[in-house]
T-cell receptor, first 117, second 110 residues
């Protein structure tokens, strides 16, 4: 399966712990996006990364949240000191081109469902 | 920020009926994408549109890129139970973000 791979599919954390969500983009894709989705709602953009660079993090909370996409390995979305309100589904998507070029759409992984106890 | 409004918000239809939903934007898009999301899954790309006025089909699905470049339509013909899910429109702005619509939830009654 050459699609976008996210793991884990489900993650349970206690308040105050750290959550690490991983995303491996499709082969040949160097643009990665993270979205958050609450039940019965649409996808909310969080951050856009290209290899080793954060291009746009305007949708990501300034505190406790960080993202990286290293030269080697998957993209990581990290949430420190989790709180109950962080419970959501977090989706990763990848594309071959940047959004402004518009020639290749985003393809999504199946998400990580984060539950905070 | 950018907003994509989808309508209707939800639909309940009988199996075999045709479905129409649309998406409008407050600004111009150069690309329109339609995704379907099943419960517990990630969105799956259905159709991508790249030119104003373009009409594209994928099986029983047909989508159109509005002439004004501020709207798009998705039609599903002869609906079947597996069409159940949430349909999202999406598009990139000229910068770095993809915007997603508010979603249309489709229920097909056998």
């Amino acid at each position: 399966n050459a699609g976008v791979m996210q793991n884990p599919r489900h993650l349970v954390r206690r308040r105050g712990q750290e959550a690490r969500l991983r995303c491996s983009p499709m082969k040949g894709h160097s643009h990665v996006y993270w979205y958050r989705q609450l039940p019965e709602e649409g996808l909310k953009f969080m951050v856009y990364l290209q290899k080793e660079n954060i291009i746009d993090e305007s949708g990501m909370p300034k505190e406790r949240f960080s993202a990286e996409f290293p030269k080697e390995g998957p993209s990581i979305l990290r949430i420190q000191q989790v709180v109950r309100g962080d419970s959501a589904a977090y989706f990763c998507a990848s594309s071959r081109d940047s959004p402004g070029q518009g020639t290749q759409p985003q393809h999504f992984g199946d998400g990580t469902r984060l539950s905070i106890l | 920020g950018q907003q994509l409004n989808q309508s209707p918000q939800s639909m309940f239809i009988q199996e075999g009926e045709d479905v129409s939903m649309n998406c409008t934007s407050s600004s111009i898009f150069n690309t329109w994408l339609w995704y379907k999301q099943d419960p517990g899954e990630g969105p799956v790309l259905l159709i991508a549109l790249y030119k104003a006025g373009e009409l594209t089909s994928n099986g029983r699905l047909t989508a159109q890129f509005g002439i004004t470049r501020k709207d798009s339509f998705l039609n599903i013909s002869a609906s079947i139970p597996s069409d159940v899910g949430i349909y999202f429109c999406a598009g990139p702005n000229t910068g770095n973000q993809f915007y997603f619509g508010t979603g249309t939830s489709l229920t097909v009654i056998p």
